[in-house]
């Protein structure tokens, strides 16, 4: 049962473009929103994370908008360059509990284009 | 600083031979985590430990056993692999359950 949809899978982006990827979730028990981003060979990393007591998080080229009542939340990439061509991981994770301490989706693959 | 270092980097198995995949972190974290990464399934949890002496089951648990050795360890054992569990698997410790997760670099293995 996945938790958490993203999309797209993948994703081709002119350099100083604006990339868009976006997350949908069920469960409203969800509090923190996490997206990592993955480098090739290398282990996922915290980019950016939001809370749903605000509608929005930027930092640097990078910004979360959340939507509670659509249960939406979208990870913009300004400026678009290539070193930002990985894969990003969206996350949601609930302080009550359960069996999954943080639920991902599934991926989307960036490849900023020169 | 370390962070989370898993070890090994690369394993060829072949099926029914076991294994341990073993894990250390550094930053004096309480909960740690398995997860297996595969093409278009994302990251899925296999077993986590919120705090030290106990483990829980993640989504995808069988075939697997984990032991948290202590504070800093955190290992996944594969008793007889099977080739559903070519994968990659990463390490990962957040400071307390549900905090922010940081992962090692992860192992690949391959059963064949």
């Known amino acids: 049962q996945q938790q958490v949809k993203q999309s797209p899978q993948s994703l081709i982006v002119q350099k100083g473009g604006i990339s868009i990827i976006n997350c949908a979730y069920e469960?409203?028990?969800?509090?923190?929103f996490p997206w990592y981003q993955q480098f090739p060979g290398k282990g996922p990393a915290l980019l950016i994370a939001?809370?749903?007591?605000?509608s929005e998080k930027k930092e640097g080229r990078f910004t979360i908008s959340f939507n509670k009542s659509a249960k939406q939340f979208s990870l913009h990439i300004m400026d678009s360059q290539p070193g930002d061509s990985a894969t990003y991981f969206c996350?949601?994770?609930?302080?009550?509990?359960?069996?999954?301490?943080?639920?991902f989706g599934k991926g989307t693959r960036l490849s900023v284009i020169a | 600083n370390a962070g989370v270092t898993q070890t090994p980097k690369f394993q060829v198995l072949k099926t029914g031979q076991s294994m341990t995949l073993q894990c250390a972190q550094d930053?004096?974290?309480?909960?740690m985590y398995w997860y297996r990464q595969d093409p278009g399934m994302g990251l899925r949890l296999i077993y986590y430990?919120?705090?030290?002496?106990?483990?829980d089951k993640g989504e995808v648990p069988n075939g697997y056993n984990v032991s948290r050795l202590n504070k800093r360890e955190f290992s996944l054992r594969l008793e007889s692999a099977a080739p559903s569990q070519t994968s990659v698997y990463f390490c990962?410790?957040?400071?307390?359950?549900?905090?922010?997760?940081?992962f090692g670099e992860g192992s690949w293995l391959t059963v064949v």
């Open positions: 990962a410790s957040s400071e307390n359950y549900g905090n922010t997760i940081y």
């Open positions: 939001i809370r749903p007591d605000v």
């Open positions: 430990s919120a705090s030290e002496g106990t483990t």
């Open positions: 996350a949601a994770f609930s302080r009550l509990g359960g069996n999954t301490p943080l639920v």
């Open positions: 469960n409203t028990a969800f509090d923190y």
């Open positions: 930053m004096n974290h309480n909960s």
